[in-house]
């Protein structure tokens, strides 16, 4: 039995963050604007720092009291996104230095590694970095000592009213 309590989780404001990262990034590389991916790697160092997802504002803000996105609130741990965003800021810093430094491929394969990664949990409802915080927790690594919401693949979308 596990002894751990899950919070109240709003994973809309994740697919916002998600789809906004996609969107930023994708416009960064068409345009050739390193600034757009040092931009996204800002908000989700930020983000990290808060504890909140980088552009979960725009989802509080707007998108939400307007109607425009539903709440999607599920029972899980706050702490493997974090980290997932947390990851992912430190592939978009070292892809904006690359960039900034005039390597293109390297810096650009960066920024569409977290591209890939963010549209698969935005479309797939499957967090990489979750499951990494998850194994960690697993190999007992100090620091990762959240387990999965029961009947929940490491990664994967908790089901609504899933237990610790």
Known sequence: ???????????????TNQLLIIGLNVLAFVFDLPSFAALVAL????????KKPGFGFVYTSLLKPRGWMKPDVLDDNPEPHRFAQFVGFLFMVAGSLALFLGFPLPGWTLVWIVVALAALNAFGGF????????????????????????GTFPGGKPKAGAAA
Do not use: I
């Open 1 to 15: 039995m596990s002894t751990q309590t899950l919070q109240k989780v709003d994973h809309s404001a994740f697919k």
């Open 43 to 50: 908000a989700m160092g930020l983000g990290t720092l808060l």
């Open 127 to 150: 967090c990489v970095g979750c499951a990494m915080y998850y194994w960690l927790a697993r190999l007992k690594v100090p620091g990762f000592v959240k387990q999965p919401p029961t």
